[in-house]
Nanobody, 124 residues
Framework: QVQLVESGGGLVQTGGSLRLSCAAS????????MAWFREAPGKERDFVAA????????YYADSVKGRFTISRDNAENTVYLQMNSLKPEDTAVYYC?????????????????WGKGTQVTVSS
């Protein structure tokens, strides 16, 4: 069982930056694929970024590529999402997700564990 707790959300102006953190419980964090998803009001939960457990390969949605960076610190059981050049369309609740695997996936249903989310609001 893994518990995930997100932090770092907030209100920022267009063009600004935020860094989200997701702290995970458990002693096998380095065996988990980790991902960030986001959900805007009235929309589905969309893939943002993922990072593999073993070699740290990263994957991004086209909408955030070049602006967002996912990383992980296995010693601290934490995954990060650095978000730069934020746009109003990035406004959403951001969720951290995990699954014990060496692979990653773009589908939210593939992930077994979820945090409760953190709100990111980008003002124009």
């Amino acid at each position: 069982q893994v518990q995930l707790v997100e932090s770092g959300g907030g209100l920022v102006q267009t063009g600004g930056s935020l860094r989200l953190s997701c702290a995970a419980s458990g002693r096998t964090f380095n065996s988990y694929a980790m991902a960030w998803f986001r959900e805007a009001p009235g929309k589905e939960r969309d893939f943002v970024a993922a990072i593999t457990s073993n070699n740290g390969y990263t994957y991004y949605a086209d909408s955030v590529k070049g602006r967002f960076t996912i990383s992980r610190d296995n010693a601290e059981n934490t995954v990060y999402l650095q978000m730069n050049s934020l746009k109003p369309e990035d406004t959403a609740v951001y969720y951290c997700a995990a699954r014990p695997s060496s692979d990653v996936d773009y589908r939210p249903g593939w992930y077994e564990y979820w945090g409760k989310g953190t709100q990111v609001t980008v003002s124009s």
